[in-house]
C-alpha cells in the first residue's frame, strides 16, 4: 500500500513544482501560485474525502496526491518571506486570503463529492 502513497506523491509534487515554475514567469515576486496550489488542492481533497473511495485509490489520491501536491511548508515560508521583507499588507492578505480560500475550496470540493455520491 505503500507504493500507492509514494506515485500520488510523485506525481502531485512533479505537479506542484511545475505551477511553482509557471508562476514565478507568471506572477513574479509573489506567492501566487502556492496559494493557487493550496486552494485547488483543497478543493480536491474536499472532493475526494467525501467520494469515499476505496483504500487503494484514496492512498494513491488523497493520502499521495493531495499531500504531495499541497504545501503548508511552501505556504508559511512565502508568508514570513513577506512579513521580512516589511510587506505587511501583502503578509496579511496572503495569509488570510489563502486560509480563508483554502476553506472555501475545502467546502465546495466536498459539496460537489456530495452531490455525485447521491
Known sequence: MVIFVALGAGCGAVIRYLLTQA?????????????????????LAGLLALLLLQEPWSLLLLTGFCGGYTTFSTFMTDALILLCNGRRKAFAWYYLGTSGAGIVGLLLGAGLGRLITR
Do not use: R
Not at 23 to 38: C, E, F, H, S
Open 23 to 43: 508562476g514565478k514567469q507568471w506572477w513574479p515576486g509573489t506567492p501566487l501560485a502556492t496559494l493557487v496550489i493550496n486552494v485547488t488542492g483543497a478543493f
